[in-house]
């Protein structure tokens, strides 16, 4: 007898109902849509296409047309799309942003600029709940520094007190052992 499958649900949001073990969203149901893909494919083939921007002015200049072509369209700036319409690899950026090969202090300045304008895009798509909110601490932690980090404040608290010499502590502790145990050896 084969398995019946349920018809997908869906709440009054319009997103996928996941109550119930079979229900899968969409981006799970092994079909892309070919007109997303071509209009995904079309934007980054045009990416791709530009020569490296090789001057502080020139990335400058990438920088804001990256965010205004990406954002004029109602797209989501990432850190892959900005590298890649800058030309170069994420390792490359991340080495300017930290001030090694390559960098100047523009291109520090202006690169941790625009990665928090898409941190600060991702935050507020997480907040309104248009992003999953694992998604969003997998940037946030491999893009944008953040960690899980818990601070531990240790203070130092020597249960010996004041004492300071040898023959110091051995005084106090014999003045606390038992009777039956009277005398430490050194």
Same mark, same amino acid.
């Given at each position: 007898?084969?398995?019946?499958? @349920?018809?997908?649900?869906?709440?009054? +949001?319009?997103?996928?109902?996941?109550?119930?073990?079979?229900?899968?969203?969409?981006?799970?149901?092994?079909?892309?849509?070919?007109?997303?893909?071509?209009?995904?494919?079309?934007?980054?083939?045009?990416?791709?296409?530009?020569?490296?921007?090789?001057?502080?002015?020139?990335?400058?200049?990438?920088?804001?047309?990256?965010?205004?072509?990406?954002?004029? !369209?109602?797209?989501?700036?990432?850190?892959?799309?900005?590298?890649?319409?800058?030309?170069?690899?994420?390792?490359?950026?991340?080495?300017?942003?930290?001030?090694?090969?390559?960098?100047?202090?523009?291109?520090?300045?202006?690169?941790? @600029?625009?990665?928090?304008?898409?941190?600060?895009?991702?935050?507020?798509?997480?907040?309104?709940?248009?992003?999953?909110?694992?998604?969003?601490?997998?940037?946030? @932690?491999?893009?944008?520094?953040?960690? +899980?980090? !818990?601070?531990?404040?240790?203070?130092?608290?020597?249960?010996?007190? +004041?004492?300071?010499?040898?023959?110091?502590?051995?005084?106090?502790?014999?003045?606390?052992?038992?009777?039956?145990?009277?005398?430490?050896? +050194?």
């Amino acid at each position: 007898m084969a398995s019946e499958k @349920k018809p997908v649900r869906y709440t009054k +949001d319009g997103k996928v109902d996941m109550r119930g073990r079979h229900a899968k969203p969409p981006q799970h149901r092994g079909k892309i849509d070919p007109e997303l893909t071509k209009e995904i494919g079309a934007e980054l083939l045009y990416w791709y296409a530009k020569p490296k921007a090789v001057t502080d002015e020139e990335i400058a200049e990438r920088l804001a047309e990256y965010f205004e072509r990406t954002l004029g !369209q109602g797209k989501l700036p990432t850190v892959e799309g900005m590298c890649l319409a800058l030309g170069y690899t994420r390792e490359t950026i991340w080495r300017w942003e930290t001030g090694a090969e390559g960098s100047t202090p523009f291109r520090r300045d202006i690169i941790k @600029k625009a990665k928090d304008l898409i941190a600060t895009y991702d935050a507020n798509l997480v907040t309104e709940g248009k992003i999953h909110p694992t998604t969003y601490i997998f940037r946030s @932690k491999n893009y944008y520094g953040m960690k +899980d980090e !818990q601070e531990i404040v240790l203070t130092p608290n020597n249960p010996l007190g +004041d004492a300071r010499s040898p023959e110091e502590i051995k005084k106090r502790l014999n003045e606390r052992l038992p009777e039956e145990i009277t005398d430490i050896e +050194d």
